[in-house]
């Protein structure tokens, strides 16, 4: 989650509380501006449920959070904040992707999830062939499109292989490459259209000709396979070397081999492992399906039958890997995966075929009026009268006007017949009705919308007042380094290399040798019995007390180590070559921890000059009540 959303759900406020609210159930006011002990806690109870346990405050302290939170809301209102151009683009682009759920059918929604889990069960493996129309093509470039989409398919269908007829006529660039095959896919991987001609075609049948948002395709299916489901797999990558072509080669065979030998995966992860996001988790990827990796990968981390297994070392366009499986998650039932497969309806073009269906219901709940004798204008495109009632009301909304301009405007660049582009506006207009009403009926979505409004009006105070000051007024952020340098000291660091072994009489002899002085690749050569490799060698510059350390490892001095026994077939030597030590950081390296240093200062002082500005009063008496009601 981003900063800004962050803090618009920090504090989630129902402001439309239902019931009497007095004078005695005022908590506190800012600026004589009430807020009532309801809404306090709704909203700590809320941030209660969604913290550890040991992050949770208490009423009094989250009092004082709410207080300030309020304090700068009140400002942000009072600057006129909610009136920036940038603000209501971006409150209004929140708002239309919030109208969603309000806009389909839940008949029409209940069915296409149905269907969506039969076709997630299935695999498809097409080929396609293109011929690109554009949106607005003229009838006679449609047609011209058209025929070829069917003088293409005809060739197929008179025995010309599938991929020569696509390198010869498909419009996707890729055709000439993979002669038009698209692998394998599932439901949502394509355009809807395009996946309802898939689903419905028969193994080794070509479509007819089908329109989607590109143009006409014609879909040849070569093979369904029940769906693999997903998988959750850990890897360790090791990144090509341009200097040095055997070197992740060598390094992947050397970890796969303390694998077999039995050293945890996800110690190895962590210390070898060039995909960093994935080894600070010990190599653990979110799950994915067979086609939302690269073929290379994926068949691979499918391909392994028993949990915890691993696979052998292999490459990709990425380095070279070695895959194990955590779980795999098979199609499971329907309810289990309702909620997903909702979202993922909700956010395709499937969804407007229910919210069809909810434009004719608020047609039939709605009083519409229209201007007969306008509308016969339009369809009969009179274009020379119609220009001449341009303010003229075309219909009306439950009172409210369309005109007669907006129609003509709406209706400019369209190729469709004068019916079809009319009865298209007036859905628009009911929809655009409704979508505008929509607090007013939907109680729940305006206390969402109001939610958002105040979280991103602070967002954007917040921006003006603390994080962009902290970051451009170098002048002040320079003074603040120099009055508080003692607080930014790099910790003692060591020059090193760490060599991790899987049995203790190995360890000792990397040990000696170590000492001796030998190169790492004589102890390699030495220790390691092929194929077995019984130590693996990192190198760089470690601070005090860093994870890759042994858990009893003290940075004290030059020299070799210890042997340290850290996991099971895992013992730690470490050959420290220099000590750096704990010394003051320049401005330039503790910019980032003074930024926010200051910025925590600034929002301090702030808050010293929003009570000044607007008085707080607590009702002290009922906040007693309050905690005195928790505590029990």
Not at 208 to 225: A, L, S
């Amino acid at each position: 989650m981003n900063l800004k959303n962050l803090l618009i759900c920090l504090f989630f406020v129902n402001y439309f509380y239902i019931g009497a609210q007095t004078k005695k159930d005022i908590l506190f006011a800012v600026a004589n501006e009430p807020v009532y002990k309801d809404e306090f806690t709704r909203v700590f109870n809320k941030n209660r449920d969604i913290v550890a346990e040991e992050n949770k405050k208490s009423v009094e302290e989250y009092l004082d959070l709410y207080v300030n939170y309020k304090l700068k809301l009140k400002q942000a209102y009072d600057l006129k904040y909610d009136t920036v151009a940038s603000f209501k683009k971006e409150l209004n682009s929140y708002r239309e992707q919030l109208i969603i759920p309000y806009l389909t059918d839940s008949k029409i929604t209940e069915a296409l999830v149905q269907e969506a889990f039969e076709r997630s069960q299935l695999e498809i493996n097409a080929s396609h062939i293109l011929v690109g129309v554009p949106k607005k093509a003229s009838p006679a470039d449609t047609l011209k499109a058209y025929k070829k989409i069917i003088e293409a398919r005809l060739k197929v269908v008179n025995g010309q292989p599938f991929e020569e007829v696509a390198k010869e006529y498909s419009e996707d660039p890729s055709a000439q490459q993979n002669g038009g095959n698209l692998g394998f896919f599932t439901v949502f991987d394509m355009v809807y259209d395009f996946e309802n001609a898939a689903y419905n075609t028969e193994v080794n049948k070509v479509s007819m000709p089908f329109r989607t948002q590109f143009g006409y395709h014609i879909v040849k299916v070569n093979n369904k396979r029940e769906s693999k489901g997903e998988v959750e797999v850990a890897h360790i990558m090791i990144k090509e070397n341009p200097t040095d072509s055997l070197y992740a080669k060598t390094k992947i065979e050397e970890v796969y081999a303390k694998v077999k030998q039995g050293s945890p995966f996800h110690f190895l992860a962590n210390l070898h492992s060039d995909d960093k996001t994935s080894a600070l988790n010990g190599g653990a990827l979110p799950k994915f399906s067979a086609n939302r990796m690269i073929k290379s990968f994926s068949d691979v981390a499918f391909s392994i039958k028993e949990v915890n297994d691993v696979s052998k070392p292999f490459k990709t366009v990425y380095g070279w890997h070695i895959v194990k499986l955590i779980k795999k998650h098979p199609i499971t039932d329907l309810e289990s995966r309702r909620a997903e497969l909702v979202q993922k309806i909700e956010k395709n073009e499937r969804s407007q075929r229910a919210g069809k269906s909810v434009v004719k219901k608020l047609m039939n709940s709605y009083t519409i009026n229209k201007d007969e004798e306008l509308q016969l204008l339009f369809l009969k495109n009179n274009t020379l009268e119609l220009n001449k009632k341009l303010d003229q009301d075309l219909f009306t909304i439950n009172g409210d006007t369309i005109k007669v301009s907006e129609l003509v405007a709406y209706s400019n660049g369209k190729n469709t017949n004068q019916k079809e582009i009319y009865n298209s506006f007036v859905e628009l207009k009911v929809l655009d009705y409704f979508k505008a009403n929509l607090e007013k009926t939907e109680a729940d979505f305006a206390i969402t919308m109001q939610e958002y409004k105040d979280g991103l009006l602070l967002f954007e105070l917040l921006q003006d007042k603390v994080w962009k000051k902290a970051e451009k007024d170098t002048v002040a952020l320079q003074q603040y380094f120099n009055e508080h340098s003692s607080k930014y000291i790099l910790k003692k660091r060591g020059d090193v290399i760490l060599a991790s072994c899987t049995v203790k009489e190995k360890a000792d002899v990397v040990q000696s040798m170590l000492e001796s002085g030998k190169s790492l690749d004589e102890i390699k050569a030495a220790v390691n019995e092929n194929p077995l490799i019984h130590v693996i060698f990192t190198k760089g510059i470690l601070e005090e007390n860093h994870k890759k350390f042994p858990k009893n490892f003290s940075l004290d001095s030059i020299g070799v180590s210890d042997v340290y026994e850290e996991n099971t077939n895992n013992f730690v030597v470490v050959k420290t070559i220099k000590i750096l030590p704990s010394e003051p950081m320049q401005f330039k390296k503790a910019r980032g921890l003074v930024i926010n240093d200051f910025q925590e200062q600034l929002e301090k002082d702030w808050i010293v000059e929003l009570k000044k500005q607007y008085p707080v009063k607590v009702n002290k008496k009922l906040l007693k009540k309050m905690i005195k009601q928790k505590q029990n």
